[in-house]
DNA sequence: AGGATAGCCTGCGGGC
DNA sequence: TGCCCGCAGGCTATCC
């Protein structure tokens, strides 16, 4: 479920507690949540932490600098059910079996890696240049970061409905199926529209009303559905101004009538038929 | 080749 | 009460 705001709120907690820190060890206890080509060395042993990137609903650990275009690193998607919790040095941490990378830092913090389901992983590279060409330049733009020309360029390549355009990570990167749903109800558009038949005007308003939305989730600490914490294990608080998500057969904020669900590009979606056009 | 779909994986909740 | 099944969903692989 870590969407954009979620996985920001967690590198925003990575950044006060492991940049700065020496990884002095670690400890890989489900070897197979690292993919491509992996070295021991690329795990960050015996490197500083200097920067938590994010890309859409990715996260990067970068170390210093070593050689050309910046320093090795490990990219972090959470998939579904993934976190990556700090543990503080005087507090007992006992890894459960879900948790499968913990690195030791050198003033005796743990950060570690747990993801049930595993739709998350870890893969590694030698340089930020590598993870940008690699695996970045796959994304879109982050939902944070892009123009309307961009978002627009992108609907207009396709035949395919809102609903599916906005969850494509390479269109736009950083929606789920949560803020997706949000988004259209807040910009009161049918999820499926087809992407291509939105004019500049209501892409622009699009973008404004995306970033607003995004920030206000940010503020709140994200969503927690079930799963959900941040960095230090506390839970978000935005679920509580959902609008549409998880409302389905409730009324609808804007008109009362009752929220439709359906299955919409293969992903369950809730909105109202009233107010959304 | 764009687009739809299956499969990955575990936990939980509804229904019988 | 307990079991089984359906569902949740980001992303990749595969097929049409």
Redesign the pocket.
Known sequence: ?P?LPEVENVRQGLLSAVVGQTVSRVSLRRPDVVRGKKRPADLLKGQMITRVDRK???LALVTEMSGAGGGVCLCV?L???GSLRCHDPRKPFVPDG?THVVWHMANGSRLAFRD????GGIWTFASTDDLIEQRWS?LGPDALMIKPTQLHSGFRK???VLK?VL?D?SIVAGL???YVDELLFNCRVSPVRPACELDHKQVQQLVTRMRRLLDRAIRSGGSTL?DYTNAQGQPGGYQFSHKVYGRSGQACAQCGGLLSNATI????TVYCEQCQE
């Open positions: 479920m969407e859409g609903k990715q998607h998939g579904m059910t879900h049930p389901r595993r739709f796959r396709t035949r395919r599916a969850l990570q789920g199926n949560i079930r590009a293969g992903r369950t």
